[in-house]
């Protein structure tokens, strides 16, 4: 008989199962979260840089990278964004508080810049 009929040890690796490694961690925190499958979610990549210098033909490939490559930063990282619980309403204004221009300037009060706001007129002598 060719082959194992036991599971094959690679398969059950203790890396992959939950809540263990790095998988479990990212179970455990998106259940905490309160994330549900089937939510509209986004992974995205950060801590990267794309080469946007255009090298010529006869660039040094040791140093400098071709137009357009992408290199990952050692300290790169992952963002994870749940579009389905994303807040799309807009601030509204709070209608008690006044705009500073929109206010009356009463007499005796201060200007920004510290005069009075109602001035005498210079007389001339």
Not at 21 to 43: I, N, S
Not at 82 to 98: A, G, V, Y
């Amino acid at each position: 008989m060719n082959g194992k009929l036991e599971p094959d040890e690679r398969v059950l690796d203790n890396s992959c199962q939950y809540p263990g490694g790095m998988l479990g961690q990212l179970a455990l925190a998106l259940e905490k979260l309160g994330w549900e499958y089937g939510d509209d979610v986004v992974v995205e990549i950060g801590g990267t840089a794309v080469s946007g210098i255009d090298q010529g033909e006869e660039y040094n490939k040791r140093w400098a990278t071709p137009l357009g490559v992408r290199k990952y930063n050692k300290d790169a990282f992952i963002v994870i964004s749940n579009n389905s619980r994303r807040d799309l309403t807009k601030s509204q204004p709070n209608p008690d508080l006044i705009a500073h221009h929109a206010k009356e300037i009463r007499q005796g009060d201060q200007d920004d810049n510290g005069s009075n706001s109602v001035e005498e007129p210079e007389v001339p002598a």
